[in-house]
């Protein structure tokens, strides 16, 4: 079965804070945060996975709108570039020094909460982790506004009415595969572009050693 280029994926709006000078966008601190952002390298576990064909190379674009599904405006707040793909030894519970486990604090914001959130029954668990080179948080503008990816996507032939209809999956959304590898890096470039704040994993990280309170309870 053919993998994606890579996907579209949407999930609410995340929370916004502004720490010393720099202005994040990330999941609420509440069970298993994710995409994990406060990471060298950005982990994917849980959101959205089953319903998605993954490989290494892939590029996901986290994306959220003003209303959905009937969106004006898309804000990407999460390039990802699948480096890794790690399968899990015990699908339904994983220990602090796991080897596939990267630091205490993605433990407890992350992996810990992985099995207990969702719990498998006979799939294979796995992690994404992301090329902590070229994988960023897109910002518009050093104040914090994220890069909004709708006219970027309808430049490259994607009409709203299609992403409307396609991102809905009953109550909720589904990704959007994107099969094409030519408008995925077009899509990839046109963002760099356009982000005049990227913020990496390596500084995300050193944000959460620092603030404690974003910790998920355990």
């Not at 790690?86 to 796991?98: A, V």
């Amino acid at each position: 079965m053919t993998i994606p280029a890579g996907y579209l994926v949407y999930h609410p709006k995340r929370e916004c804070q502004n720490f010393n000078n720099t202005v994040v966008h990330f999941d609420k601190p509440k069970h298993n945060q994710d995409p994990y952002i406060w990471n060298k390298q950005f982990l994917h576990s849980t959101c959205h996975i089953t319903q998605m064909r993954t490989g290494v190379g892939q590029i996901i674009f986290w994306v959220s709108g003003d209303t959905f599904p009937h969106f004006t405006n898309l804000y990407c707040d999460l390039v990802f570039v699948v480096k890794d793909k790690f399968f899990w030894e015990d699908k339904n519970k994983i220990e602090l020094n796991d080897k596939l486990v990267d630091s205490e604090n993605a433990y407890k914001d992350h992996y810990y909460h992985v099995p207990i959130d969702h719990p498998y029954k006979r799939r294979r668990r796995y992690t994404l982790k992301a090329d902590e080179l070229t994988s960023f948080q897109p910002q518009s503008r050093k104040s914090g506004e994220l890069v909004d990816l709708l006219p970027i996507l309808i430049g490259q032939g994607y009409s709203l009415n299609h992403l409307h209809s396609s991102f809905k999956a009953g109550r909720g959304s589904k990704p959007i595969p994107l099969e094409d590898k030519s408008i995925v890096l077009e899509i990839y470039n046109t963002i760099e572009k356009q982000s005049n704040n990227k913020l990496f994993g390596k500084h995300l990280e050193q944000i959460r050693i620092q603030n404690p309170q974003l910790q998920s309870p355990l």
